[in-house]
């Protein structure tokens, strides 16, 4: 639809002006607004001679100054509360949405309110219980859930829990605020993948999301596009925190940390330096999986772009996408465990360009690209670098959230339109029962339909 | 509704007004002392597990949740010191230092292992406790469904924002760092940040973090003699003026209470499990009762006529 998309900047530049006339006119009204406080605050302390009738705690302050009015606007945080867990029940299942790897995800609808909001049931397994307790995953998902909260992250209202109403230890559910589509599922159905400005609006979201994480020394370990949701208004959120951890800053005292686990993130997404078997790892490896994310949205297919049968698979993958690090790019690279198993080609072939590969990208998102799917963890972008980059200012401009074509929802069970053909175009085909139709009209699916009756 | 990622969860009024081990019959004063020795039980216990102080903040919060409101555990079910592991088991479980059930379980046996509450730090027994490998199970067990006990209770709501690193912001935004005594300065403010988290006015459920961290530095330019502007500063940290007399007031208040404590329990130790608590309340019910059979002769033999209408055993 390439008309679509040049109303949709009118739309945008318009409400650009009007925005930029608002705050205009807002700073306009705030300074004058000063001004005649200010002269109000001078007259007070003239007139002003009574001494002040609160307690004063500390002597430094001056009465002039204690007997100002105490007008000022403190803001207040809301925190809200806590109490014991509520029962499932409060909300009422309306359809399954889908098996994830962490546990079942069902629609609901709070009996109590109406709300609609996404139960996702929090495995537990027997095993593990009998000998660490409540389950690591399903903890670190709510405590990662409750540290992150941001708009583009999936929020967590509550955790509510099922079983017997007398009997402690049931099922937890966590309450999450309903998406309607999950990226995957949206991408393999769309009738035509996302145009450039899309991705740009679609990718800075969720770039934003996880440099949150990463300031705030959380590991997502595993991006990948079914753990992206996206709702109908075109806003991104990231979910599904089940491998999430947090690293402390390597300022913190050498109190040892617990060791990291290397079997994260879904094969597809991971980067080599765990492929290879790296004991420490950094926030680096969840860039990596955001060059996967930014490839895939780039393939004509949208189909994932490194897709390997197993782990040797995808680093042979990866490395004739990107080529194989040398000594020089990446030092510690055959240091690394499984770096010695590997048997790599003397004179490797240079891997052919990003910029073949994905012809339809431009020099800055080849540039961007590249840079996510750096080998060398340490020379690799991060949240920061890449939300600075000029892809992201290049025109075409992020299309704003408000004109994001709206899909019907999966998970809403929404029915998918069906494909209904469109008017014929000069000098095409025809439209038959099996479809488009070059050139001559056949009709012998007709008459064969006959005479089998 | 929309909550700040600086702000927490804080108690209601229901929840303040009373708890589920008052409801039991346990006296006001005995469930105070218990919570603070456990509070005190569960940093002890992270400084053995050598887990840095904001996972130990972290569980001490969550213990001092677990006892609030009518709905939550009461101390006659649930013995403070497996409440306390349970804690600490959890805040690490999250953090980037999970430790295991046996080291938990270790060193909590080893604090046990201490004759008095209020020890002199010289005196430690020597030498690590054997916990055998069937009290390690039971002790595993127990943990673990207590583990789940204060899940549920608390909501699964075991996440705190600390005042800590929020201190150190404010403390550079007021050129704290400039002063010779600076680093003592910041020193002192997370000392009575610290100290807050032990408080029995549970400053750490009622207050915002940032809240805590001004009063903290309040409190510290005061004691070590840093002046700061001398204007209401902390109104650009959005705190007024009264909450930070009461938490300058309650962050104070937690040292006299503890010399209390101290005072009272001597050389005993504060009941921690469910049995020990029996005991102690079997131990007061025959002193009150020793205590109203003096106070109530001398009263008989004089007059007859009671005058002062104050309870016995109140002090």
């Not at chain 1, 406080?37 to 007259?43: L, Q």
């Not at chain 1, 405590?143 to 583009?152: D, I, Q, V």
């Amino acid at each position: 639809m390439p008309g679509a998309s040049r109303w949709a900047n009118d739309e945008a530049d318009a409400a650009e002006d009007a925005r930029r006339k608002k705050e205009k006119e807002d700073k306009k009204r705030a300074k004058q607004l000063k001004q005649e406080r200010e002269a109000a605050a001078a007259a007070a302390q003239e007139e002003d001679t009574r001494p002040s009738k609160r307690r004063k705690l500390s002597p430094t302050v001056r009465d002039d100054e204690s007997a100002k009015p105490a007008e000022r606007q403190l803001l207040r945080f809301e925190g809200g509360s806590w109490g014991r867990c509520r029962h499932v029940d409060n909300y009422n299942v309306i359809n399954h949405i889908e098996q994830g790897t962490f546990g079942v995800v069902s629609r609901a609808i709070e009996v109590e309110t109406g709300e609609v909001v996404a139960l996702k049931m929090a495995k537990h397994d027997e095993r593990v219980r009998e000998a660490d307790g409540y389950s690591v995953p399903a903890l670190r998902e709510v405590e990662m859930l409750r540290k992150a909260r941001h708009p583009n992250i999936v929020a967590l209202k509550e955790v509510v829990r099922g079983g017997d109403y007398s009997v402690s230890g049931g099922p937890i559910y966590l309450v999450l605020e309903f998406v309607e589509h999950d990226l995957r599922d949206l991408m393999n159905h769309m009738p035509e993948p996302f145009v450039a400005s899309e991705i740009k609006t679609l990718f800075r979201q969720l770039v934003t999301a996880v440099d949150f994480l990463h300031t705030n020394h959380i590991m997502h370990r595993d991006l990948k596009t079914s753990n992206i949701l996206l709702s109908n208004r075109g806003h991104l959120k990231l979910a599904d925190f089940g491998m999430a951890r947090t690293v402390p800053p390597p300022s913190t005292p050498n109190i040892p940390t617990s060791p990291l686990t290397t079997v994260v993130v879904t094969l597809w997404y991971r980067a080599p330096e765990l492929l290879l078997g790296a004991k420490t790892y950094t926030t680096a490896i969840d860039i990596w999986s955001l060059g996967c994310i930014f490839s895939e949205f780039q393939d004509k297919t949208n189909s994932y772009i490194l897709k390997g049968k197993n782990e040797v698979d995808q680093l042979y993958k990866i490395f004739s996408l990107v080529g194989i690090p040398t000594e020089k790019a990446w030092p510690s690279f055959s240091r690394l465990p499984n770096a010695k198993a590997l048997k790599l080609p003397r004179n490797p072939a240079k891997p052919p360009s990003l910029k073949r590969v994905f012809p339809s990208l431009t020099d800055a998102g080849v540039d961007l690209l590249s840079w996510m799917l750096e080998s060398n963890p340490d020379r690799r972008a991060t949240a920061k670098d890449i939300l600075s980059h000029v892809y992201f200012e290049e025109s075409p401009k992020p299309k704003p959230m408000e004109l994001f074509p709206t899909f019907p929802s999966k998970a809403a069970k929404e029915k998918r339109k069906e494909w209904t053909p469109e008017a014929p175009k000069r000098g095409e085909g025809r439209w038959s029962n099996n479809g488009w139709q070059p050139g001559e009209v056949d009709f012998t699916a007709l008459s064969s339909g006959r005479e089998k009756r | 509704m929309e909550f700040s990622p600086l702000a927490n969860p804080l108690a209601t009024v229901a929840q303040l007004e009373t708890s589920n081990s008052q409801f039991d019959g346990l006296p006001a004063d005995l469930e105070k002392s218990i919570r603070f020795a456990g509070a005190r039980l569960t940093q002890a216990a992270g400084i053995l597990l050598r887990l840095p102080q904001e996972v130990i903040a972290q569980a001490i919060l969550i213990f001092m949740r677990y006892w609030l409101g009518p709905e939550a555990g009461s101390l006659h079910h649930d013995p403070a010191d497996v409440v306390s592991a349970a804690s600490i088991y959890l805040a690490a479980k999250t953090s980037a230092y999970q430790k295991s059930a046996r080291s938990v379980i270790n060193v909590y046996a080893f604090l046990d292992s201490i004759p008095t509450t209020y020890t002199d730090l010289s005196q430690l027994p020597e030498g690590v406790p054997y916990v055998s490998e069937s009290t390690y199970t039971t002790r595993k067990r127990r943990l673990f469904s207590v583990e789940v006990e204060v899940l549920e209770s608390i909501g699964f709501q075991i996440t705190f924002t600390l005042p800590y690193t929020l201190c150190f912001t404010y403390l550079q935004a007021l050129d704290a760092f400039t002063y010779p005594r600076g680093q003592h300065l910041a020193r002192r403010a997370m000392a009575h940040l610290n100290t807050g988290l032990l408080s029995p006015q549970f400053l750490y459920l009622t207050h915002q973090p940032h809240a805590l961290a001004v009063a903290a530095i309040y409190l510290a330019a005061r004691e070590v003699g840093v002046k700061l502007p001398g204007v209401e500063w902390w109104e650009v940290f959005d705190v007024d003026r009264e909450e930070l007399g009461f938490l300058v007031v309650g962050f104070l208040s937690v040292g006299t209470f503890a010399a209390e404590e101290k005072k009272y329990w001597g050389t005993r130790k504060v009941p921690m499990t469910v049995a020990e608590l029996d005991e102690e309340l079997d131990v007061r019910r025959v002193s009150s009762g020793n205590a109203s059979l003096e106070v109530d002769a001398p009263q008989n033999s004089s007059t007859g006529v009671s005058q002062s209408g104050s309870p016995v055993g109140e002090c």
